[in-house]
């Protein structure tokens, strides 16, 4: 019997594999929770002891009258505390711990951590190379109260230096728990701001675009673990900020979690008093309150007017001095990056031809030589301008008179 494990107090999620017709899901109590299309699938938002038990999938095959039936067992836990912690060692390297509690057992499923320079380290026991090495116990799948989860740096590089992120993954919960441990380079203190333990503290912000009575979201951040967060508007309305949704009179939370030093929040339509500077505060764990200032342009503009079909023409000087044109579209894509690598085969295309030209009146001026004719000067005549008929056209001078030749 499959068996997921819950954390009370966070979301469960019901997944079954394959893709039946019709699911039906049924909870404990025999009380038909959900009733899906597809798949089995169920979202419960805050899991309690009520929802320990077994439950019941019931749906349908293609090619059999009769159901099937499929019980699975839901156990749940206590809500998990974190701990995080960065200790130096005595060969000049430094240990990174993450360690999870909990009242009941839970097994570690996953744990990584992500370097400074965003590269992930899986870790696996027992498994260690000249500068880093694993730690985790228990070994994954095995059930405990404690769970932890490490590195050991035996020799620090550049790379090494900033703010690390570990992600746990605990039995069949859809939530990860991590936070952010920070690894201080020997002099950091003596430059930018530092709390009140000496620790050097760099906030970062995004500023935001939005367009009139669209939602637009909040986002600033911290390399350490936050305790809270709240907003000030450019009017100075000061907004709570809170992860649980049924908090009334407050914003909800917007970000991979308080932990990770991510303070979010949407706002649901901006209006005219939104646009200015809001001010983001964070309350650093074992710290004081750094604050982050965020930029907000509202306008009756959206970057999303900027999508569809542009046409890019460009000037190319022709042998005789003349200026030709070539033609290409561009289609602007949703995202910027998408829209550089339209631009940059644009640029390869326009690139060709020119190259195209320049070969095109070479090979014209090598034909018009071996013409039989007096020695008159040919008149050239500027081509008649007409829309482009395909995605790159490039006009070229007529010659009128075929009787004409240049010697």
Request: net charge neutral; charged share 20%.
């Amino acid at each position: 019997m499959l068996v997921l494990q819950w954390i009370r107090g966070n979301a469960g999620v019901i997944r079954l594999p394959g893709r039946p017709k019709i699911c039906q899901i049924v909870d404990p109590s025999g009380a038909i929770v959900a009733m899906s299309r597809g798949e089995c699938y169920h979202y419960v938002k805050v899991v309690t002891v009520l929802h320990e038990g077994v439950w019941l999938a019931r749906y349908n095959v293609q090619g059999m009258l009769e159901p099937v039936e499929e019980r699975f067992r839901v156990e749940t836990a206590d809500k998990i505390t974190l701990n995080a912690g960065v200790n130096y060692t005595e060969n000049a390297g430094v240990r990174l711990l993450c360690r999870l509690e909990s009242r009941s057992t839970i097994s570690l499923q996953t744990c990584n951590f992500v370097r400074p320079d965003s590269r992930t380290i899986y870790i696996t026991p027992v498994v260690a190379n000249e500068r880093y090495s694993a730690y985790i116990s228990p070994v994954y799948g095995h059930a405990s109260k404690v769970l932890e989860c490490g590195i050991t740096i035996r020799e620090l590089a550049s790379v090494d230096y900033g703010a690390w992120r570990c992600d746990l993954g605990v039995g069949f919960s859809p939530d990860m728990h991590g936070s952010v441990l920070r690894v201080d380079h020997p002099d950091s203190r003596e430059h930018g701001n530092t709390d009140a333990e000496g620790r050097a503290v760099k906030t970062r912000a995004d500023d935001v675009h939005v367009k009139r009575g669209d939602p637009f979201t909040i986002k600033c951040a911290v390399d350490f673990a936050l305790d809270y967060c709240w907003l000030r508007s450019p009017n100075g309305t000061a907004y709570s900020v809170a992860q649980d949704e049924d908090v009334q009179y407050a914003l909800h939370y917007k970000g991979d979690g308080l932990s990770y030093g991510e303070c979010g929040a949407q706002i649901s339509a901006s209006v005219d008093s939104d646009d200015g500077q809001w001010s983001c505060f964070m309350g650093v764990v074992d710290g004081g309150e750094k604050n982050a200032t965020v930029s907000v342009t509202v306008t009756d503009y959206s970057s999303q007017e900027d999508e569809g079909r542009w046409t890019c023409v460009a000037g190319l000087a022709g042998s005789n001095g003349r200026l030709e044109e070539a033609w290409a579209h561009i289609r602007v894509l949703p995202r910027a990056h998408k829209l550089k690598i339209v631009l940059w085969y644009t640029s390869v295309i326009l690139g060709g031809a020119a190259l195209m030209l320049i070969v095109t009146f070479a090979v014209s001026s090598s034909a018009i030589r071996n013409l039989p004719c007096g020695r008159k000067v040919p008149v050239l005549e500027a081509p008649r301008q007409r829309a482009p008929s395909s995605p790159l056209q490039t006009k070229f001078p007529v010659i009128q008179n075929w009787k004409q030749c240049v010697y």
